[in-house]
């Protein structure tokens, strides 16, 4: 094995994938569930975990990503493998910060996002809405803080309700919101899905008009 602790991880996913009975009847759609479990424990170890835990965490979703790959590997039409993940991830860093490689100058959070996000527009030009890109399997919180990122890009609002003063202020309003449509016997995840539904209807009639 090599004496590069990554590429001696790739080797050993490699390993397992053509040892491993279980592991060679995976595919890509199979190994989904994983994803996702990995991924909130990652954030479970991040949010209220030990260093240890931490370290450990991200190297179980490390080998969601070494395996994602070596499956990748073996497709028959379009096969890529974790060397062309790394490079293809490596290019477009490299697009994304000319402030570090290419002389461009931001003295300010503020002017490196505009900077990153000419480059990903420039990436993207394919593109027709603002909403292409952006998963509807994403948590539904999570979607409506992207949805109304790319609606204000439009610009479409959303009017605030409250005004929390904290970010613990903030959660419990939530908590508060669900609380009520519980005491009413209605859906809270469907309520807001139902609504993201509507505002990405006003974000593209918006592009339209």
């Known amino acids: 094995m090599s004496g590069d602790p990554l590429r001696t991880a790739a080797d050993t996913m490699h390993d397992v994938r053509e ?9 890509h759609r199979a ?3 994983y994803l996702v479990e990995e991924s909130a424990e990652l954030i479970d170890a ?15 979703l490390l080998w969601q990503v070494l395996f994602h790959a070596e499956i990748a590997s073996r497709d028959p039409d379009d096969p890529f ?3 062309d993940v790394a490079r293809g991830l490596t290019e477009k860093m490299v697009r994304r910060h000319p402030h570090v490689f290419a002389g461009e100058v931001a003295e300010t959070p503020e002017q490196v996002l505009v900077l990153w ?16 890109g952006v998963s509807q399997r994403m948590p539904s919180l999570a979607l409506a803080q992207k949805l109304l990122g790319r609606a204000s890009q439009v610009g479409v609002e959303a009017e605030p309700v409250e ?10 309003a939530l908590l508060g919101l669900v609380a009520t ?12 899905r139902e609504r993201l539904r509507e505002l990405q209807e006003q974000i593209r009639d918006a592009e339209r008009a």
């Open 117 to 132: 996000n000419a480059a990903k527009a420039a990436e993207k030009h394919e593109r027709t809405s603002v909403l292409d």
């Open 19 to 27: 040892r491993c009975v279980w592991t060679q009847q995976i595919d």
């Open 81 to 83: 493998d974790i060397d």
């Open 46 to 60: 991040v949010e209220e975990g030990t260093r240890a835990e931490l370290r450990e965490e991200l190297g179980d």
């Open 31 to 33: 190994l989904v569930p």
């Open 163 to 172: 005004q929390p003063r904290t970010e613990a202020e903030l959660g419990d």
């Open 181 to 192: 449509a519980r005491r009413n016997g209605w859906d809270a995840e469907r309520a807001l």
